[in-house]
Each structure stands twice: as C-alpha cells, then as structure tokens.
C-alpha cells in the first residue's frame, strides 16, 4: 500500500512529515509514502524548512529507529499501550503513536516539480528516493513504471536545466532561499506598517490560517519588530502545522474587488503574474529569483490601488458608496458556507461492509462515459435543488464540480449530492465552475444506474414502489 500525501499546499500549509509517518508506520509498519512536493524543491536548503521535508524526515526515522534510546522509549510506551482498551478510539486518537523499530521501514518518495520553485525549464522535474527496500524489492517495478510514463525522446535541453539548477542551489541555495525568506518578511512588513495600504490589505498570519489546537508554540505570528522573523524556528520545531514564510496571502476583500479580478488588474495594468486567488484573497509566492526591487515594486503597486481607491471613495456618490459597501461586506462578511464532504452513495462505496467513507472513484468516474448512465440538472432553473429536497432517490454527482477560483472541487462522481452543496453553489460569484456545463447544467447519474450499481456492488436491489389505483 502507498499513502500520497501533498507537502506543501498551495496556500503554503506544512506538514509535520515525522510525526505522520511515525503515526503511520506504528498502525501499518510497511507503509510507502509518496510525498507530492511539487511547490517546496526550495526547502532542503534552508535549515529551517529542510525538517518538514520528506527526504530529510525519512533519513531522520532511519536514524531515530536504530537509536537505542528510542527502542526503550518504544518499549516503555508499547506496554503502556498494551495495557489501555484498543476499543476506546480515545486510546489511538489522544496520544502520539510509536512504530516498532524492529518492523518498521522506512520507504519515502517525493516528487519535486523543480521548475515551479528553483531553477529548469518547463516540466523539469525530479524523483527522489529514500527507501530501504528500493534494491530489491522496488528497483526493477520502478525502473519499468518510469521508463512507462516517460518520452522515449527526452528533451536534453530540460535535463541540461535540472542540472543547472541543482548545481545552482548546491552552492547558493542556503543564502538564495534565505534572502527568499527575508524578503517574504519585508513585504508583509512593507504592508503591515503602511497605514494607507492597510487600510485595504491585510497579509493572513499563521493564526488567521492555522486552527490554535495545531499551534502549540502559540506563534500566531512569525515576524515581530523586536525578534525580526527569527522566532519562526520554535513554531517549525513544535507546530503540528506550519505556515510556509515564501507565501503571502492578501486579504483584498476590503477593496471591493474579488480575488480573480483583482489577479487581472495586476497582470493587465502592473504585469504581476498571481496564480492562486479565492473569492478575497491572492497569494503571492516570493522564490529564489525574487530581490528587494520587486517587493519595491509590489508595495508601490499596492499603494497606487490604495491611494486610486481613497480618491474614488473621497469623490463617489452616496449611491455608488453603498454599491461599494454592499461589495465589501459580500466579500468580508457574507460568505457562502462551505460544505463539507457528505458522502459517497452505497453503491460507489469500496465493499457493502466498509466501515470507513472511501469510495471507489475510478469506478463512478468511467461509469459516467456512458452518456445513457447520466442525466443534467441545473443551478439556475433551481431543477438541481428540487431534486435533492424531493426526498426521494439521493442526487448523486457523475463529474467533478470544481469552482474556479480556487479550483478544488466539492463534488466528485459518485458522492451524493446535498442541499448544503447546492447552496453553496448557488451563493459562489465565481467565473468558473469547472464540469459544469451552463447549457446542460451538472450532470448526476440516473436514478436506474445507481440501482443497477447498487445492486452489482451490494447484491440488493431497491424494492419496486406500489402502484396506486388510479
């Protein structure tokens, strides 16, 4: 078995990879990890980011499990363990596991996407391995998988690059992502202090982005005038989460313009590329290319919308100022809930006796080819939101429903489709929504089909409803 995991998010959210391979190994010791860091390459070359990393964190467990320390720490724990009910959920859920030395291994991937946040070409990327079985159990099956998915004609111009790049941050990586790290917290500094551009920004801190229960350090912030940024390492030594400091997230929600258009103001009027927006955010990601002339550059951006907003504020119409105000409190105060996952229907379920809320997707997903299979329901005619309250047959989705910005869907083939999700659709103002198809509207499988792959997966089949006398 393999369990992918993705270190950093988007937003700029750390794991702590020791802590969840250990928890890990301790239920299931030959576990592989796949570790997507497609947007941290950058982190192995900073003394503090490198510990949230799956390589250093692998080569960590090699060593922590072979410590004779840690075998009579193991052991005085275990037979604490032993002692307590296995039943009570408390018992595995309120307390750190421990793997057993003796069967744990140590098998970690992690994928490097080099050319998003160091040095390449386009697509460069890299594979690396830190697994104890690789020579001979994995070698050979890895080999064929790559040699699979990869061109017979590799671009040598792009490995050329990753050689480059790799070369580069081997001699000036440390001070490259350092000053990377600094200029991330002159920014938020920049924005911090300027009274003019805090007025319509705020850059979201690690308490605004991590729950406190995640923060025992009790950092809500990482910089302060008199520490500097340098009391960001006891947050990286104790958080179970992180904030990565590359990433600053600005909150425009105060400008009254949403998080896309104000991604096109700044890459139509300024030539800033932002690739990630919500509803009243952007996210600016500071790397390795980055000097002080373009942070300067930034701030004079931001306050040149600052001061444009100010003036327009000074001279609008009282009609046009409550145009503005309804806009800001849309985007401050009156967000659409968002739902969390309901669920997979019964028949899209991974066994009829599973206990646990996997579905099988792929399952649901080819299903869905079948274009006799699906039928189309519509937001705006309010036919979607009829079928989920008739009470009937449940409303179970055949595509991915992924609203742009931010690009994560809520809904996935096979998962039943709620009244809570639908709202949330209907209250979302974004431009996008991603598999869904104004003409037709969502498409959702039949009420047949789910019986018919109710019935192949479970071995029932719904009882025939009674026919009334006319």
Not at 279 to 295: A, E, K, P, Q, Y
Not at 296 to 317: G, Q, T
Request: charged share 25%; proline share 5%.
């Amino acid at each position: 078995r393999m369990l992918l995991l993705t270190n950093i998010t988007f937003d700029g959210i750390v794991y702590d990879p020791i802590r969840i391979m250990e928890e890990v190994l301790a239920i299931k010791p030959d576990m592989i990890f796949l570790w997507d860091e497609a947007w941290c390459a950058y982190a192995r070359f900073s003394p503090i980011l490198r510990r949230r990393t799956a390589m250093w964190s692998a080569a960590e467990l090699r060593k922590r499990f072979a410590d004779p320390k840690y075998r009579k720490q193991y052991e005085k724990w275990r037979s604490e363990f032993d002692a307590q009910d296995p039943s009570d959920d408390a018992n595995w859920l309120d307390q750190q596991l421990l793997p057993d030395p003796d069967e744990a291994r140590v098998r970690v991937y992690a994928t490097h996407s080099t050319h998003k946040t160091l040095t390449a070409l386009r697509q460069g990327s890299m594979i690396h391995v830190h697994d104890q079985d690789f020579e001979h159990h994995t070698r050979n099956a890895f080999n064929e998988a790559y040699m699979t998915h990869t061109s017979t004609s590799p671009n040598y111009q792009i490995l050329a690059s990753l050689d480059v790049g790799r070369r580069q941050v081997e001699l000036e990586g440390h001070d490259m992502v350092g000053r990377s790290i600094e200029l991330a917290m002159m920014l938020r500094e920049r924005i911090t202090a300027d009274p003019l551009i805090s007025k319509f920004f705020t850059v979201l801190a690690a308490k605004d982005m991590i729950h406190p229960e995640f923060r025992p350090s009790g950092l809500e912030e990482y910089f302060s005038d008199s520490d500097g940024w340098c009391r960001m390492d006891k947050a990286w030594l104790e958080d179970e989460f992180v904030l990565d400091p590359t990433r600053v997230t600005l909150h425009v929600g105060r400008t009254g313009l949403d998080g896309d258009t104000f991604k096109k103001l700044l890459m139509d009027r300024f030539d800033i590329q932002i690739n990630k927006t919500s509803r009243n955010t952007v996210l600016f990601m500071i790397h390795i290319g980055m000097t002080r002339g373009t942070i300067a550059h930034l701030v004079n951006v931001l306050s040149e919308i600052a001061i444009d907003l100010n003036d327009k504020l000074d001279r609008w119409s009282q009609v046009e100022l409550d145009v503005h105000q309804q806009r800001v409190y849309s985007l401050n105060e009156d967000l659409p809930p968002l739902p969390n996952f309901s669920r997979f229907h019964p028949a899209f379920l991974t066994s009829p006796d599973s206990t646990t809320p996997e579905g099988d997707l792929r399952r649901a997903f080819y299903r869905a080819y079948d274009d006799t299979a699906c039928d189309h329901l519509k937001i705006e005619d309010g036919s979607l939101l009829q079928a989920v309250d008739a009470g009937g047959d449940e409303v179970v989705s055949a595509a991915f429903i992924t609203p742009y910005p931010p690009g994560f869907p809520v809904l996935v083939p096979g998962q039943v489709v709620t009244r809570e999700i639908v709202k949330y659709l209907m209250a979302l103002d974004v431009k996008e929504i991603h598999g869904y198809e104004t003409a037709f509207g969502m498409r959702v499988f039949t009420a047949a089909v789910v019986d018919m792959e109710d019935e192949k997966a479970n071995g029932r089949m719904r009882l025939a409803q009674p026919v009334k006398n006319a």
